[in-house]
């Protein structure tokens, strides 16, 4: 897959805020929030986000959700005006999310009880996925929005964690 990304480091296309719906949270495991945290802080430290259309919009604040079957990326300006929103299919991403979190409950599993050795293959593994769907991610978004490797990873970590429901 190419890489098509925003210019490095220019701070308009670049997301500053980001707000995942936590309407219909559930309870997590202390490791997912760890996760959650972890992705948001270093999504906001370090992206690379253009909206087609709107890059001279910039820096943007995007409200991530999942409803109803769709992914829902609503971009608004830093003042909070809403620019665009831009909807994309979850079935697609079912699957590679079911399998990073068996991947993913496997490696937590296994960080108590295994061999380093055994240890590593499930991160390899859990990483491998997580690459597969960061790739799912930006093929997906092609022609709505640009994004580089780093940030589709980090908006992934965000997806599988809006696919925990109660």
């Known amino acids: 897959m190419t890489d098509i990304s925003p210019p490095p480091g220019d701070p308009m296309r670049r997301?500053?805020?980001?707000?995942?719906?936590?309407?219909?949270?559930?309870?997590?495991k202390p490791e997912v929030e760890h996760e959650r945290a972890v992705a948001i802080f270093d999504?906001?430290?370090?992206?690379?986000?253009?909206?087609?259309?709107?890059?001279?919009?910039?820096?943007?604040?995007?409200h991530l959700s999942a409803e109803e079957g769709r992914l829902t990326f609503d971009i608004r300006?830093?003042?909070?005006?809403?620019?665009?929103?831009?909807?994309?299919p979850?079935?697609?991403?079912?699957s590679i999310v079911r399998d990073y979190f068996m991947v993913c409950e496997s490696y937590y599993h296994a960080i108590k009880r295994s061999t380093p050795a055994q240890i590593e293959a499930l991160d390899m593994g859990r990483r491998g996925l997580h690459n597969e769907g960061s790739e799912?991610?930006?093929?997906?978004?092609?022609?709505?929005?640009?994004?580089d490797h780093t940030t589709a990873r980090r908006i992934f970590t965000l997806v599988c964690i809006l696919h925990i429901r109660g």
């Open 15 to 28: 997301i500053i805020y980001v707000q995942l719906d936590e309407r219909t949270v559930v309870r997590r």
């Open 43 to 62: 999504l906001l430290e370090e992206n690379q986000f253009e909206p087609i259309g709107f890059a001279d919009d910039g820096p943007y604040n995007l």
């Open 136 to 147: 799912l991610l930006q093929e997906r978004l092609a022609g709505k929005i640009i994004i």
């Open 90 to 94: 979850l079935s697609p991403f079912k």
């Open 77 to 88: 300006t830093q003042d909070g005006i809403e620019l665009t929103r831009v909807l994309l």
